[in-house]
């Protein structure tokens, strides 16, 4: 069992930057794909970007070269660095975790409670 708390969202103009953080528990995040899916207000839930247990990356084309997600094994934690913010990015991003590196948020078997990320034009 692995539950994930997500933290560091919060309100920002475009242009800024926020670090997103999902701390995990149980003694096996080492074992687990790791990643960032987000979700706005009347639109579907899609990925935002994912990292495997040995720190491979696929990011969404909307995010790449913005974005960048980190692990770090020793902390039991994932992160999201985000640069050049846009309104568009403004949604509720959710951390997840899974035995499978897979673009699929239904492969994921866990999911933290969602944290706002709100940014102003």
């Known amino acids: 069992q692995v539950q994930l708390v997500e933290s560091g969202g919060g309100l920002v103009q475009a242009g800024g930057s926020l670090r997103l953080s999902c701390a995990a528990t149980?003694?096996?995040?080492?074992?687990?794909?790791m990643g960032w899916y987000r979700q706005a207000p009347g639109k579907e839930r899609e990925l935002v970007a994912i990292?495997?247990?040995?720190?491979?990356?696929h990011y969404a084309n909307s995010v790449k070269g913005r974005f960048t997600i980190s692990r770090d094994n020793a902390k039991n934690t994932v992160y999201l660095q985000m640069n050049s913010l846009k309104p568009e990015d403004t949604a509720v991003y959710y951390c997840?975790?899974?035995?499978?590196?897979?673009?699929?948020?239904?492969?994921?078997?866990?999911w933290g409670q969602g944290t706002q990320v709100t940014v102003s034009s």
């Open positions: 997840v975790a899974g035995e499978e590196y897979t673009s699929s948020w239904s492969r994921y078997d866990y």
């Open positions: 149980g003694r096996t995040f080492s074992s687990y794909a």
């Open positions: 990292i495997s247990r040995g720190g491979s990356t």
